[in-house]
Every structure is written in C-alpha cells, then in structure tokens.
C-alpha cells in the first residue's frame, strides 16, 4: 500500500522538471513509509548514515521541491518545524500533546463551515484546517503507570 503511493509519486515526479536524485528518493521513501508527519530534522536524522554529506537543509529544500509540485504538504505550527505529509487528500489530524505524535483521522470534509465562515465575514474562504488534540495510546499509558 505505501509501496503503491511511493511508486505513483514516482511516476508523477516524472511529468515534472524534478530530476530524481538517490537523496529525493531516500527522502520520498521515508516520507512515503512514515505515519509520523516527519519534520525536516527528522528525516535528516533518519538518512544521514547513509548520506554523510547531505545537510538538513538539503533535505528542507527537496522537501520544497516535493512541496511545490504537490507531492508532499507542509504543515506550519508557528515555529521552525514544519511537519511533512505525504497524503495530499483532505484529511484532520489528531496531535499528541505529550510527543508531538500527529496521527490522519478521517472523517467527512466540513464543507458547512466553510460556507458559513463565508456569509458570515465575507471572506473567499480556500481552505480550513481542524485538529484534534489529545494524548496517543502510548503516552496515555505511560500516565496511567
Ligand atoms: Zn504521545
Ligand atoms: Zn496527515
């Protein structure tokens, strides 16, 4: 399954001017196998045995690249670590208040709220973002101990 949506990115990158790379691929592979919504650091520290020269910054700016050809979605939270995901469709997120842990949740789009914020303040509303906070099943354990 996640095989399956590394080997669609893959050939979707081909349409693009983004020339594959052993590091955008390793990159890409890690995205596309991680449940974790990684920041940049994160999958620096992941890949960085295996390519000794590469700087987080490298991986920031493949990550951009991703980003841009819509591959990949950025998910700021007002600081330096933004959050990579790789499911591109619509979802929410639960996030652990304890580890920081963001786990997609599905759920149907809230559309009406859109529609409404949009009679309401006049607004042309593109887009919404919902998130559920709360403590993961490992660290709502560790408490309980
Ligand atoms: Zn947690
Ligand atoms: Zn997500």
Do not use: W
Request: with cysteine; charged share 25%.
């Amino acid at each position: 399954m996640e095989n399956e949506r590394l080997h669609h990115a893959l050939q979707s990158l081909k349409s693009t001017k983004v020339r594959m790379t052993p590091q955008r691929y390793a990159i890409l592979e890690f995205l596309f196998s991680s449940e974790s919504h990684p920041t940049a650091d994160d999958i620096y520290k992941a890949l960085e045995d295996k390519f000794p020269n590469m700087s987080v910054a490298t991986v920031y700016n493949n990550l951009r690249v991703f980003k841009d050809v819509g591959l990949v979605k950025e998910l700021t939270y007002g600081d330096a670590s933004s959050r990579f995901d790789s499911v591109t469709t619509d979802h929410y997120h639960v996030i652990c208040e304890s580890c920081g842990k963001i786990v997609d949740f599905h759920y149907p789009g809230l559309n009406e709220v859109e529609t409404l914020a949009e009679h309401v303040t006049g607004f042309k509303v593109t887009n919404h973002r919902m998130e559920i906070y709360g403590k993961c099943p490992t660290c709502k354990n560790q408490t309980q101990h």
